[in-house]
């Protein structure tokens, strides 16, 4: 019997159809694999397989858009409906009514609207958040458009679904031409929002943004045609800005409290055509910041009456020439902040077409030495060399003794310290291999993780 049986194994092992797996265990289960397994689950369509995601916990159906690519916006979808895209604002009007009601039975849906156009539409568990997503249909080659949108202007008659006044963040993602119309329709449904989001709209050329004292936070994310921007919002407390820097840049409105301008990709064009509306100085205000070194160099230094009176928290993204890193712009910005408590540089490539007129000085009229500056965070640099050398810059120009990490990823961080033994002509300082995680030591500058 025993030579009957390993023949028969050694058989089908020699077919290369079946291969019989024993585990070190009789008890066990003996795994049986074809050779070329077939995906069953994926194989299914989409609508059962939205069917058994809507089974699952919250958490654990948001993991599933890790899978694949085509599983990625599945977790959002619990109905699928066809139409126009006039019927699609009133679908999208309609969810946010029904998810009011059965909110974990309802979790997106997916509007099919024209010759492949699609729009997801998803709700935040919470309910405030609404997310209107049209980049999974057919991208066509874009029309440039000019986008003039009015906030919360728009007073109900009379009292307002308790859906309405829920949704205070609309997060909208690759709006084109023949969209923007009707997204302005529906953002006028919803009077309350407080937050407002712009990403990846290919073809947008001019966005104009009205807003009322209720808008506090807007975000507008790489959208690589933008050369005019314009904002009128007298409360805005945030503005988050990443991409190339328009032409034309005005803002009309109060001081802001957080703000980041991730301009690392350097203008649309030349500098000397821009116009930079002196309004957007409100920054000075600001308690969390991003700043592109080329900003601080041709846009903010020339005017050095300047403050940032109020900064605790500073990312700082800069450039190294083919020379050794020049850290004259970061010393000279770091005097304007009296009340730094954080700093994390980052190196990023140089952007093109960026000529600046003048260098930074550090010697400036009014020097403000910070003097609560607790933590420096420093990624991306050539070599250890440029970072040991802003580090005793750090040290000598402020007289202050930060906690100074270095990180190349998360996983790999070091700590500056002393050196015990040197020998002349080298530094007295190293980076040490860290233990500790990178957020223990030195938490994440919250721009980074938008």
């Not at 009789?26 to 397989?49: A, G, H, Q, Y």
């Amino acid at each position: 019997m025993g030579k009957k049986h390993k023949n028969k194994k050694k058989k089908k092992n020699h077919q290369g159809q079946k291969q019989l797996i024993n585990i070190e265990d009789d008890t066990k289960l003996i795994i049986t694999r074809e050779e070329n397994p077939v995906d069953l689950l994926s194989s299914l369509p989409n609508d059962i397989l939205c069917c058994i995601i809507s089974l699952l916990p919250f958490k654990s159906a948001v993991k599933t858009s890790f899978l694949a690519t085509r599983w990625r916006h599945l977790w959002k979808i619990t109905s699928e409906r066809t139409g126009t895209l006039d019927d699609a604002v009133d679908a999208v009007f309609d969810f946010c009514e029904d998810f009011y009601y059965e909110p974990n039975n309802l979790r997106g849906l997916q509007f099919n609207f024209g010759k492949g156009n699609v729009l997801l539409c998803s709700v935040s568990p919470g309910g405030n958040k609404l997310h209107l997503d049209f980049s999974t249909g057919k991208q066509e080659c874009p029309l440039l458009f000019c986008w003039d949108l009015v906030i919360n202007f728009r007073i109900p008659s009379c009292e307002p679904h308790h859906c309405i006044k829920l949704i205070k963040n609309l997060h909208l993602v690759s709006v084109m031409h023949h969209t923007a119309g009707a997204i302005s329709s529906l953002a006028s449904k919803f009077p309350f929002l407080e937050s407002f989001t712009i990403a990846k709209c290919r073809g947008l050329q001019s966005l104009s943004i009205t807003a009322t004292p209720r808008l506090l936070k807007l975000s507008v994310f790489d959208c690589p045609g933008l050369t005019y921007f314009r904002i009128t919002a007298t409360c805005l407390k945030s503005l988050m800005y990443r991409g190339l820097f328009p032409e034309v840049w005005r803002h009309y409105g109060g001081s802001m409290e957080d703000a980041m301008l991730d301009l690392r990709k350097g203008p649309s064009n030349s500098i000397d055509d821009f116009y930079f509306g002196p309004k957007l100085f409100s920054l000075r205000s600001a308690k969390t910041l991003t700043l592109c070194r080329w900003t601080y160099e041709a846009l903010i230094y020339p005017h050095r009456r300047v403050q940032f009176s109020k900064l605790e928290e500073l990312w700082w993204i800069d450039y190294e020439n083919d020379e050794k890193y020049n850290s004259d712009a970061l010393i000279s910005f770091l005097k304007l902040c009296p009340l730094l408590e954080r700093l994390s540089v980052t190196i990023s490539p140089k952007p093109g077409r960026l000529t600046i007129p003048c260098a930074c000085s550090t010697q400036l009229a009014d020097d403000t030495i910070p003097k609560q500056l607790k933590f420096v965070k420093l990624e991306g640099f050539r070599n250890e060399e440029d970072m040991i050398s802003l580090a005793k810059r750090l040290k000598e120009v402020f007289f202050l003794e930060p906690k100074i990490v270095a990180t190349s990823k998360e996983i790999s961080v070091r700590s500056l310290v002393k050196a015990l033994e040197f020998q002349e002509g080298e530094s007295a300082y190293k980076f040490v291999k860290e233990v500790r995680h990178i957020n223990q030591l030195c938490p994440k500058h919250p721009h980074m993780r938008l």
